[in-house]
């Protein structure tokens, strides 16, 4: 069978990923192979290995049977570890992507010093394993010629520091800009985005203006700026000054998502304190009777009862569209536990295919497949503020071939009338006895609770074969 | 918004030699607010340099390559600190030896050298 590369894996010509039954290889061609000799001698690769902020690679065992398979022009075949779920900077909180831009300049600082430099500067090249980033590309270390400037520098403020700074200047979230655009935020419209106050601010004034400037002065330029900065003595001290601001920069970005009434919500909600240990409870129960690898925990807030599915499972998917909620989700993670995987993203608009061919970015449900779903106090958010029908949202469910844990929230509930509070109530398939018969279509009921006086109800499903 | 039209696209040649100096610096601090001047005075040396460096490298071209890392590139001589700055007393001498049909040496052979 001949061997496929992965569908983002094109632009570095000599180091392409593949799969193999579950495996993560990448070719080396003879200068990716040097490449990868020069980063393997280097004194922080085992550094960065062994604190998990590099992903573990190493020669593959099979390397002779795959370079056959791959035919000529491969010298090699590395291997790394695979990362439990691939994620995008668009699904990223701003914590996560301010940690991932950190360490990126961190393995550039560490490079530098031993003469070598990264090739490019994409958010894409750092993953999440939980809330600690690993840097995946391997690949993308290369020597530093004598005179090359930092090349990544403008990928870099394109997918690292323009959002950030869109979100801790402007409180605007930059993940619907990142998920339109995989290039990220250009200097142009970051500079157009601006007001007078912002001037002032940290890491505006050369990052945003001066660049956008130089930009558009230069961007028709027929000089031979490469060769003319190389003559000149251009040298790794300047690349390593603009590193060692621009952490400072970074470092100084700061966002809370104050005013969000999610992050909030686990201390405003209507329930009590019993209701909550019930819910635990019960969570508690079912994620032992799955016994699932993976939890997909839908509208987790801010990670309450993925903590506690995390307990009995080997990873949990926290997905919720409050920004400010996963905020808090990851930085409370920051003291544990490690198998949770915070990240924003909507359910009734989940993050499509994107990219060359609509693959280079896959679509959430492309990425992985959960062993149970968790979907607390979420359904009504679905139907009557998503307008999903009910049955739609149940067929949909059963899709994912998971265990579900499943709340439903009925109509006499305070939250339910709050969302119908304003707009008619045309949701006659909002009703608890057609909800449960469509749920005995695909699932066989293991247990069912009442809480909050009757008016939510706890079902935990297991998947009819 | 563009509160330092010094700088703005619009006027073009905002880069070149002539208008620099007249046209560039000076309408950062007159059409800002006075905290922002004061701020932008504080900053003066890293738009000296960029003002310098704006200098050194000339009249735009018109030739219709598009190539916006160009510009990334050179600004990376502004965020090199002092080492920039001796970067582009390097580049303003080879401008002056170019005046007279000189050339400097090059010095990407001894880069390593200097780290």
């Known amino acids: ?465 | 918004m563009n509160p330092d039209g010094a700088f703005d696209r619009a006027s073009g040649t905002c880069c070149a030699s002539d208008l620099a100096l007249t046209n560039g610096y000076g309408s950062v601090i007159l059409h800002t607010p006075a905290s922002l001047g004061v701020h932008i005075m504080k900053r003066a040396g890293v738009i000296g340099l960029f003002v310098v460096w704006c200098l050194v490298m000339g009249e735009r071209n018109a030739l219709a390559y598009v190539d916006p890392n160009s510009g990334s590139m050179l600004l990376q001589i502004v965020l090199g600190g002092a080492a920039g700055l001796a970067l582009i007393v390097e580049l303003l001498w080879r401008r002056v030896l170019s005046v007279f049909g000189l050339h400097g040496r090059d010095r990407s052979r001894n880069d390593h050298a200097k780290g």
């Open chain 1, 1 to 465: 069978m001949a061997i496929a590369f992965d569908p983002a894996s094109f632009r570095d010509r000599h180091a392409r990923v593949f799969r193999r039954d579950g495996r993560i290889l990448r070719a080396l061609s003879a200068l990716g192979l040097r490449d990868w000799e020069l980063l393997k001698a280097s004194t922080f690769f085992q550094r960065h290995v062994d604190a998990g902020t590099l992903v573990r690679t190493r020669r593959a065992q099979d390397e002779a049977a795959l370079l056959s398979e791959l035919g000529a022009g491969w010298a090699a075949v590395v291997e790394h570890d695979a990362v439990p779920f691939i994620s995008y900077p668009y699904e990223w909180t701003f914590g996560m992507l301010r940690a991932a831009a950190l360490l990126h300049l961190e393995l550039l600082g560490d490079a530098l010093e031993e003469g070598l430099v990264l090739k490019d500067a994409t958010a894409y090249n750092v993953q999440f394993v939980g809330t600690r980033p690993v840097f995946i590309d391997t690949a993308s270390f290369t020597r530093l010629q004598p005179g090359e400037v930092w090349h990544g520098y403008r990928q870099f403020c394109q997918t690292f520091v323009y959002p950030l700074m869109l979100q801790a200047y402007k409180d605007v979230p930059y993940q619907p800009w990142l998920r339109g655009s995989l290039e990220g935020i250009s200097a142009r419209d970051m500079y157009a985005v601006l007001s007078v106050r912002d001037l002032v601010r940290p890491g505006v004034l050369p990052h945003v203006i001066l660049h956008a400037k130089a930009q558009a002065r230069f961007e028709d330029t027929s000089a031979d700026v490469r060769t003319a900065l190389k003559r000149a003595g251009f040298n790794r001290a300047l690349i390593q000054s603009n590193v060692a601001r621009l952490r400072r920069v970074i470092e100084q970005l700061e966002w809370t998502g104050r005013g969000s009434p999610w992050a909030g919500y686990a201390e405003t909600h209507s329930y009590s304190d019993k209701d909550v240990e019930q819910k635990a409870a019960f969570v508690d129960s079912a994620t032992r009777a799955s016994a699932p690898r993976w939890v997909w925990d839908l509208g987790a807030n801010t990670g309450r009862f993925a903590r506690v599915a995390a307990d009995h499972a080997d990873h949990v998917l926290a997905l919720d569209v409050d920004g400010p909620a996963v905020e808090r989700m990851y930085r409370d993670l920051q003291s544990g536990p490690t198998n949770i995987l915070p990240l924003v993203g909507s359910l009734t608009d989940p993050s499509p295919g994107v990219g060359w061919r609509n693959e280079e970015r896959l679509p959430m449900l492309r990425r992985g497949k959960p062993d149970l779903t968790l979907c607390l106090a979420l359904v009504h958010h679905v139907v009557i503020g998503a307008h999903i029908p009910l049955p739609d949202f149940v067929d949909w469910l059963s899709t994912l071939g998971a265990d579900v844990v499943i709340e439903f929230v009925t109509k006499q509930d305070a939250m339910v009338r709050r969302l119908l509070a304003n707009k008619d109530d045309h949701y006659t398939d909002y009703d608890q006895a057609a909800f449960e018969a469509r749920l005995d279509r695909y699932f066989r009921i293991l247990a069912r609770l009442s809480i909050h006086e009757g008016t939510r109800v706890l079902y935990h499903g297991v998947r009819e074969s």
